[in-house]
């Protein structure tokens, strides 16, 4: 049933429209997340939903009854209180429910793991903003409004709020750069794309392959018409349709290079090989031997040792509070450590990147933050007009010289990254790189760190986006101690989450699986070839169809239907393929 309805919505800031004619219905218990780039709009269409936004034309419609509440994304610097207090003035209180509002006040509390006798004031801005959804919770709300709700918060606390949201059975309306959180939230996708909003039902990966098969046919589309898409949106389309092609191909050089730091890995267990490795110019970044670093009588860093080498992408996790930042400064000798050392490779040049983006000048353009003089910057060995250098961190030209000041925290990002990218580094430090990124810009950041060819170190709170990028782990545990392991994110909580004995029953049926198919198996085997083919006559019967012209004016309707149609089609192909691979492996 719908719940909350936009009709007709049209909405202007400065003459720039955000919103045409726009329509959207929202069912009851659906889990919503909007996308788009940074300044599509996405907060405002939840500032609109709130009530806090009246559009210039349209309405927004939905019962007198409903309770909504919005988490926005910027947090109040101060409230006067402890935790406790905050959230126990979000209910308005009557004598008669007084026991059951603190049985309920107490609860939220416990599950957000937060401490209610502590001062709102003196919590960190992710801690604040887990406070301010308490006090939205216990108000019991039919439609929970979130912007970017895991910014600034560590990866387990992240996992508490996934949790938290993935089993909450009313409407949710979201905003997340968190690819890991969107694809277990999201039951629908609404996209803001040049003023409209585009519904896709169906989680995120789901909408990658709806969208990519879309674009296909639009492009065919286009080229039978012989029209040419406008520059920009041309190569904004483009980019996402080679999204998934490019990543599968990311995703096998990612694997490949961590294979080569395993081995590498497993290699350093001699002695001399990093002594020995000091010895080649260039190819040791950072040789850390029993490094130990404290505030006080709080171990920060404990007896660590590693070494990083050239081309090594190494992300950095831990509790916010744990010493990331505080170890990124030993290794660049911003800080002396209390013993241990840290020596530094041949012709090393560091680029770094601040979260806190202090290296921006507000008064400044874009223009002038990348360049000082002329309208080229150097990239490698070849000279690049700055207008097609920022088109790669997706701003328009138009957007050139608007000053630092007037942009989002994601464009003032994408700006940094700009800037970063256009000096020469042979290593790249990156401290929360990815706070405020929109997806599209997320993945092209992942993109350009896979091509770098030098060396990385990233600070990040991103699962995905470790996922995607690095070949290494280093994972701050209790008292200091530091844990490192090969891989991505996953690879490192499936082998911290691993037993470390294993039975040698378990070992020996682990080591000898069984090959020998089933009846039913060879059954399925012998089937798949026939099933292939129709899924394939099916898939090449809709392709004529959309590459008609006459189609597109003779049955517009049906178009989403078909390509939705094909995109299942592509999906079942895809498993087919690969039952019928390992099927046939096996029986040989």
């Known amino acids: 049933m719908t719940q909350i309805c936009l009709r007709n919505i049209t909405l202007s800031f400065s003459s720039q429209p955000l919103m045409e004619d726009a329509n959207l219905y929202i069912d009851a218990g659906e889990h919503v997340t909007l996308i788009g780039r940074n300044g599509a709009g996405k907060s405002t269409l939840l500032k609109l939903i709130h009530g806090d936004v009246a559009p210039d034309h349209g309405v927004v419609e939905y019962p007198k009854t409903l309770k909504i509440a919005l988490l926005p994304q910027a947090v109040p610097a101060s409230i006067p209180g402890t935790v406790y207090d905050i959230v126990s003035d979000a209910i308005e209180k009557n004598a008669e429910e007084y026991w059951h509002d603190t049985s309920i006040v107490a609860k939220t509390i416990s599950k957000l793991q937060l401490n209610g006798d502590i001062l709102f004031d003196s919590l960190s801005g992710g801690m604040k903003r887990l406070v301010l959804l308490a006090s939205i919770l216990v108000q019991d709300p039919d439609v929970l409004l979130l912007d970017e709700p895991t910014n600034h918060l560590d990866i387990s606390k992240i996992i508490l709020l996934e949790n938290l949201l993935v089993n909450f059975q009313k409407t949710i309306i979201f905003v997340t750069h968190d690819r890991s959180l969107l694809q277990k939230l999201a039951t629908q996708i609404v996209e803001i794309d040049n003023g409209?909003?585009?519904?896709?039902?169906?989680?995120?990966?789901?909408?990658?392959?709806?969208?990519?098969?879309?674009?296909?046919?639009?492009?065919?589309?286009?080229?039978?018409?012989?029209?040419?898409?406008?520059q920009e949106e041309q190569w904004i389309r483009q980019g996402i349709k080679a999204r998934r092609t490019r990543n599968e191909g990311r995703v096998r050089m990612l694997k490949n290079m961590r294979q080569e730091r395993s081995e590498r890995r497993s290699r350093q267990g001699k002695v001399n090989l990093s002594h020995n490795a000091v010895e080649v110019s260039g190819k040791v970044v950072f040789e850390v031997n029993k490094l130990t670093f404290s505030?006080?009588?709080?171990p920060i860093v404990k007896n660590f040792s590693t070494l990083i080498l050239r081309g090594d992408k190494v992300g950095i996790i831990g509790p916010n509070g744990a010493g990331k930042s505080t170890l990124i400064n030993l290794l660049l000798d911003k800080i002396a450590p209390d013993e241990g050392s840290v020596k530094h490779g041949t012709k090393l040049t560091i680029g770094y990147f601040d979260q806190h983006r202090l290296q921006l000048d507000p008064e400044k353009s874009i223009l002038e933050t990348l360049v000082d003089v002329g309208d080229t910057v150097t990239i490698g060995d070849k000279q690049k007009h700055i207008i097609s250098y920022l088109q790669d961190f997706l701003f328009s030209p138009a957007q050139a010289r608007i000053p630092i000041k007037n942009l989002s925290g994601g464009e003032r990002n994408r700006v940094m990254l700009a800037k970063l990218f256009s000096k020469p580094c042979n290593v790249l430090v990156l401290d929360e790189p990815t706070n405020d990124l929109d997806v599209e810009t997320l993945e092209l950041l992942e993109e350009m760190l896979l091509d770098f060819p030098g060396t990385v170190l990233l600070i990040s709170h991103d699962r995905t986006f470790l996922n995607n990028v690095v070949t290494g782990i280093l994972v701050f545990e209790e008292k200091g101690h530091i844990e490192e392991y090969v891989g991505g994110y996953d690879d490192s909580f499936t082998v911290a989450n691993t037993p470390k004995e294993t039975s040698v029953k378990n070992k020996s049926q682990a080591a000898q699986p069984s090959n020998k198919l089933s009846y039913k198996e060879s059954k399925e085997l012998a089937e798949l070839p026939a099933k292939i083919e129709a899924l394939e006559q099916k898939q090449h019967t809709i392709n004529e169809k959309l590459a008609d012209p006459n189609f597109y004016k003779e049955q517009p309707d049906t178009v989403v239907a078909l390509n939705r149609e094909l995109a299942d089609i592509e999906e079942k192909l895809l498993g087919d393929f690969q039952r019928w691979e390992e099927l046939d492996k096996r029986s040989r």
């Open 196 to 230: 409209k909003l585009i519904s896709w039902k169906g989680d995120y990966e789901k909408y990658l392959l709806h969208k990519e098969t879309l674009l296909n046919a639009e492009v065919k589309a286009n080229a039978l018409f012989d029209k040419k898409l406008a």
């Open 295 to 298: 505030y006080g009588d709080k």
